[in-house]
């Protein structure tokens, strides 16, 4: 193909007659035919260069496989026999002569790899997602052993993870809606929440760490002092065993099992210990589930715009679609080339077989009328070596 582009033109196609309008429409009608045109006339496969159409030398002496269907337009857009609107063989039936695992699918598989990969990291985000929040609710409910004391002694830091857990269900919502649809925009909005749910889930796991490592001793013999009151203080008492700080005479809260003759130890060493070995097991879990929501954010970054073999639907957009005015202009426009290359008999020749070959199939389109006129001298010839089929029907040799 050529890489000279459609010439512009008026009413003939001699000498500077081009540089007036793209598509042989005059300056006074432009504005008319901009806002009912599609845009397509904008890449007519005349502006493509052999590189692009033929894969360059390479290629050329090893033709590579044809896809089945092009993957998002580009110059195969063009190729002959095309489908413009999606079929169910976009997903249905896939290459099979492109066996790469990052490219296409077995034969018959509706599924890309990449749709596979959101799939499995989705259900194991959403796995750890809901295990997350059902133990949180089994904590606020009172129902796992020693929940009292976390509810207690480690409100903040259950707050924070129960609303880190809520987020994360939230965000595999538009995960499932993505996958399962094969919608680009739900999959990018699931993205987006993975980086809100990575902030969420550090922050139980930074204030569970900071409690446990500094000074773990010293927090809980403040936290019993001046944190806890009367009542808080008899709920761990009843959940570890124990009656007091130290000893049923300091800093005791009176309940049936604890008063001053009660054989019972202090809470120091229960309490801290079970801080210490809970706060423990609970950032560890935390930043455990911080590394498979960093692996999601990765496979959702990569495998989002993939989720299917064709960008989008295939569907061709609205500006673009061809009308019968777009096709008289394309037309005019290789009227226009054809006059330029091989004179105006054999462009009025290859329209008058365009039209007539068409006529069945383009219906109101192929009745159109073009406004190229011959012009009154011949314009010189040239190898016609632009267009790859050869020369048109109606031309000459000579």
Known sequence: MSAAVPGARTTSYAGSSRAASPFGINATATADHRASTSLSVNFLPAKFSDVLAGGGGARRRRPAPQPAMARGGGVDAFRKGEARMPEDRDDLHPSATRTDWLDRAETGSRWTRFKWVLFV?????????????????????????????????????????????????????????????????????????????FAFLLVPGYLTYRQQSLNLPGKVSFMWSEALDIDARRRVQNALGCCGFFSPFVEASISSTCYARSVLPGCKGPFTAFERRALRRWYVAVFALAGLNV??????????????????????????????????LIMDSYAGMLAEQYGPEAAAAAMGASRAASTADLGEMASMPYTYAQPAPAAPRAVYGAIDAGAPEGVSGA
């Open 121 to 197: 990291f989705n259900i194991a985000y959403s796995a750890c997602a809901l295990a997350g929040l059902v133990g949180c609710l089994l904590f606020w409910l009172d129902i796992l052993p020693h929940a009292d004391v976390i509810r207690v002694a480690n409100r903040t830091e259950l707050v924070f993870t129960t609303l880190a857990a809520a987020m994360a269900v939230f965000t595999c919502v538009f995960g499932w809606a993505g996958v399962m649809l094969n919608n680009r925009s739900f999959l990018a909005f699931y993205t987006f929440f993975l980086w809100i749910s």
């Open 295 to 328: 692996l999601a954010i990765v496979a959702a970054l990569l495998s989002a715009d993939h989720v299917t073999y064709r960008f989008g639907k295939g569907m061709m957009p609205k500006a673009y679609r061809l009308n019968a005015e777009s096709v008289a």
